[in-house]
């Protein structure tokens, strides 16, 4: 539970609009924009998954090279 700022009745923490005076209170709104949590993990994937077909390509080129020498 918390105070709301503007009518200072006690609402839920998770609370989007205060019950009592019907404002809305973004500044305590715990939840993130979902945004947020995708684009980063979408990004650490994308490197992720980049930096590994770079290594593979790499690795397969290399792996020739032997081959052509063997
Ligand atoms: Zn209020």
């Known amino acids: 539970m918390q105070t709301c700022p503007y009518c200072k009745e006690k609402i839920y923490s998770n609370a989007l609009v205060c019950r009592y005076c019907k404002r ?3 500044a305590m709104n715990a939840v993130q924009p979902h945004a947020a949590s995708w684009v980063p ?7 992720i998954f ?3 077909a770079v290594l ?7 792996r020739r090279n032997w081959v052509d020498r063997g």
């Open 50 to 52: 980049t930096g590994a």
């Open 24 to 26: 809305d209170l973004p």
């Open 41 to 47: 993990a979408l990004l650490a994937t994308a490197v």
């Open 56 to 62: 593979a390509y790499e690795f397969f080129k290399e």
